[in-house]
């Protein structure tokens, strides 16, 4: 405890109570008694800053910050557009209508989920716009839905930057709140990156048949 936060109290009842310790003899008993009789009306509980204060919910914050803005929508958006692409009836490999469903189903269990699942989905996502350059360009019957797929792709990245500041911002304001004599700490909680980057994924390899990826 800092010395600027001990009661008055509290000293010369340490002081009188480590003497006995060293010395348990009459004198320093009658004077660790005398000590408290003396401060017994000072002596109250001791408020220990932190006491009652909850702890930063991070994942609420995410939460939050996740539902006000576009990226559920966004999430939407990018279910829609694969199986749109899906439906076409354009792409005859079976590999990447698989592909593209397990990238669906990736997204509907994740839409909801912490920060790292929202930003892994957007990652996978991300490498599946480069999948779909490289190996559906050449099919016409989906450009228009390929187009928008990698136009939602940006805007969903560009919302999830977003959405990392505005989390920081959220997280600065609550520990100003919750401790406000110690605004140093939110100084740093500004300057930290709190939020773990989204991990790379490998770059596709083109495919030697450009209408399948991989069947034999």
Known sequence: MHGRDRPPWLKPIIATSHAF???PDDSNGRL??????????????????????????????????RDSGELPHLFDELIALAEKIIQ???????TALSALKYLIRTLEENRN???LAVSQSISLAAYFKNLLDVYLEKIPGIAE???????????????????????????????????PKL??????????????????????S???DETDIGDQ
């Open 113 to 115: 989920g912490s920060y």
């Open 88 to 94: 076409s009836g354009e792409i005859e490999s079976l």
């Open 145 to 179: 839905h390929r187009e928008a797929y990698a136009r939602t792709v940006r805007q969903a990245e560009q919302e999830l930057q977003k959405t990392k500041q505005e989390i920081r911002d959220k997280i600065s304001e609550e520990v100003r709140e919750r401790l």
């Open 32 to 65: 660790l008694i005398r000590s408290i009789v003396d401060h017994y009306p000072s002596i109250k509980p001791i408020a220990v800053d932190g006491d009652g204060i909850q702890p930063l919910d991070f994942d609420r914050i995410f939460a939050e910050s």
């Open 183 to 204: 605004g140093r700490l939110a100084e740093i909680a500004e300057q930290i990156d709190v939020l773990l980057p989204p991990a790379s994924l490998p770059a596709p």
């Open 21 to 23: 310790v060293v010395n």
């Open 206 to 208: 083109p495919a030697t």
